[in-house]
């Protein structure tokens, strides 16, 4: 079990710019979420994919965030025109079999700061 | 999350005490409650879970309560050491018949050598 990776580890970016994060979940997991999470708060939902389709939006997920994951495997999330409010640490986590009754195993997460 | 409250925020005991946190939630569609500990710079990860078909769950100085009635479940950690210090989540559905993990705010838990 290699883990979760996710890349980079940090990222810093002018608002306005466009930015795009990495999560290569552990190989037989079905499942992958993007959260996200700041400072002294759990982590808030952002999206899923069961395999290469995505179930589920968060309602407070802006039109400029948009995830893909194309074969199944790997999953990238895009922000684009960055503002200092999407400042935060982005998680992925994936978890295996098809229902909600399995633990999230998370990666070490993506550090983002918009100045 | 709003669908999870998580209690207390904070606790601080000293090393050798227990510690109870407490989360409840609104949507009983859920069967599964897992809890995460979280040190400083890492990853959350899972300690112990429970499924609706038991009551309680331990795992040596760890355990978990259920009471799905009331919609409520409790970590509870015995003989607490310094390296327990973490923060603490649970997780548990979000409402409106959404199974997705839904996060509470987290318990900074302090364990004074």
């Known amino acids: 079990d290699t883990g979760v990776s996710q890349d980079p580890r940090h990222k810093i970016t002018k608002r306005g710019q466009n930015v795009t994060f990495r999560c290569d979940p552990i190989s037989e997991h079905n499942r992958l979420y993007w959260y996200r999470q700041t400072l002294g708060q759990g982590p808030e939902f952002l999206t899923y994919?069961?395999?290469?389709?995505?179930?589920?939006k968060s309602r407070l997920l802006s039109d400029r965030f948009s995830a893909e994951r194309p074969k199944g495997s790997f999953s990238t999330l895009e922000i684009q025109r960055t503002e200092q409010g999407d400042s935060a640490m982005y998680l992925c986590a994936s978890s295996p079999g098809v229902a909600f009754d399995s633990p999230l195993h998370f990666g070490n997460g993506t550090r983002l700061t918009v100045t | 999350g709003e669908n999870v409250e998580q209690h207390p925020s904070t606790l601080s005991v000293q090393e050798g005490d227990s510690a109870v946190i407490k989360c409840t939630y609104s949507?009983?569609?859920?069967?599964?409650f897992p809890w995460y500990k979280q040190e400083l710079g890492k990853r959350p990860q899972l300690i112990i879970d429970i499924r609706s078909n038991v009551g309680e769950k331990k795992d040596q100085r760890i355990a978990v309560t259920l009471n799905k009635t009331a919609k409520h479940f409790s970590l509870h950690i015995t003989e607490t050491q310094p390296e327990d210090s973490a923060v603490y989540f649970c997780a548990g559905p979000a409402s409106g018949g959404s199974y997705i993990p839904t996060f509470g705010r987290g318990t900074s838990l302090i364990v004074h050598p």
């Open positions: 994919f069961q395999n290469e389709a995505q179930l589920e």
């Open positions: 949507d009983s569609a859920s069967n599964y």
